[in-house]
């Protein structure tokens, strides 16, 4: 994946309303990693909105809605306690393991709930879930991605889309970074648009419906 913007002229007429093929996949969106959470990022809460405009939208137009979910057991390896790199969080049916609150929830979105073995991480929603297969079973070739956090689970996420062979749309607005250096959530976005993603708007995506 060595591809830069300019590699993709044809995007300059992608078409970004959602449509038949489309499937909207929320990252992480969870209590632990918004402010003052376990995990907190930065202005997490500030995806909620975007991201339920862009719901109501894949809703009316009956197509996939996914939301991943890190969903660990108490003894995770990426906990401090067994050597990770993380406070724990996301403990699976805990309250901040729970989605954010305001976080639309529609009744037939599809939960993938990652790493919940105590002896494996998983960054990306499609690491052991099925998820590729679920998405190509509904017929979906492009997935709009936004979430937490734009330089881990969302970048995880978008690269596996990319190498299963997904088209993607990341929506730029509609996630935060954590960054543990300060740039990684930009670089993070270059580093979607270097593995061939389209970086737009929720406004560009669902302007439409506003
Ligand atoms: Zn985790």
């Not at 729970?98 to 529609?106: D, N, T």
């Not at 790493?115 to 929603?125: I, L, P, Q």
């Not at 299963?164 to 993070?188: H, I, K, T, Y």
């Given at each position: 994946?060595?591809?830069?913007?300019?590699?993709?002229?044809?995007?300059?007429?992608?078409?970004?309303?959602?449509?038949?093929?489309?499937?909207l996949v929320v990252v992480d969106v969870q209590r632990d990693f918004l402010p003052g959470?376990?995990?907190?990022?930065?202005?997490?809460?500030?995806?909620?909105?975007?991201?339920?405009?862009?719901?109501?939208?894949f809703e009316q137009l009956h197509l996939p809605i996914v939301?991943?979910?890190?969903?660990?057991?108490?003894?995770?390896?990426?906990?401090?306690?067994?050597?990770?790199?993380?406070?724990?969080?996301?403990?699976?049916?805990?309250?901040?393991?729970?989605?954010?609150?305001?976080?639309?929830?529609?009744?037939?979105?599809?939960?993938?709930?990652?790493?919940?073995?105590?002896?494996?991480?998983?960054?990306?929603?499609?690491?052991?879930?099925?998820?590729?297969?679920?998405?190509?079973?509904?017929?979906?070739?492009?997935?709009?991605?936004?979430?937490?956090?734009?330089?881990?689970?969302?970048?995880?996420?978008?690269?596996?889309?990319?190498?299963?062979?997904?088209?993607?749309?990341?929506?730029?607005?509609?996630?935060?970074?954590?960054?543990?250096?300060?740039?990684?959530?930009?670089?993070?976005?270059?580093?979607?648009?270097?593995?061939?993603?389209?970086?737009?708007?929720?406004?560009?995506?669902?302007?439409?419906?506003?």
């Amino acid at each position: 994946m060595s591809a830069t913007p300019t590699a993709w002229p044809e995007l300059a007429g992608t078409r970004l309303e959602p449509c038949p093929g489309d499937a909207l996949v929320v990252v992480d969106v969870q209590r632990d990693f918004l402010p003052g959470g376990a995990l907190g990022v930065p202005e997490g809460d500030r995806v909620v909105a975007p991201l339920n405009r862009c719901s109501a939208l894949f809703e009316q137009l009956h197509l996939p809605i996914v939301l991943t979910r890190d969903w660990h057991p108490a003894d995770h390896c990426s906990f401090y306690a067994q050597g990770g790199p993380w406070p724990p969080h996301c403990v699976a049916d805990s309250a901040g393991a729970g989605f954010a609150p305001g976080l639309v929830v529609a009744d037939d979105a599809h939960i993938v709930s990652k790493a919940t073995r105590s002896d494996a991480d998983a960054y990306s929603g499609f690491q052991h879930t099925g998820l590729a297969d679920w998405l190509r079973d509904r017929g979906c070739r492009r997935l709009f991605i936004g979430g937490l956090a734009t330089d881990y689970c969302v970048l995880a996420t978008v690269r596996d889309a990319r190498n299963q062979g997904f088209d993607v749309v990341a929506l730029r607005d509609a996630m935060r970074a954590v960054d543990v250096q300060p740039g990684d959530g930009e670089r993070a976005q270059g580093a979607m648009v270097a593995a061939g993603a389209v970086l737009a708007s929720v406004d560009e995506v669902a302007g439409a419906s506003a």
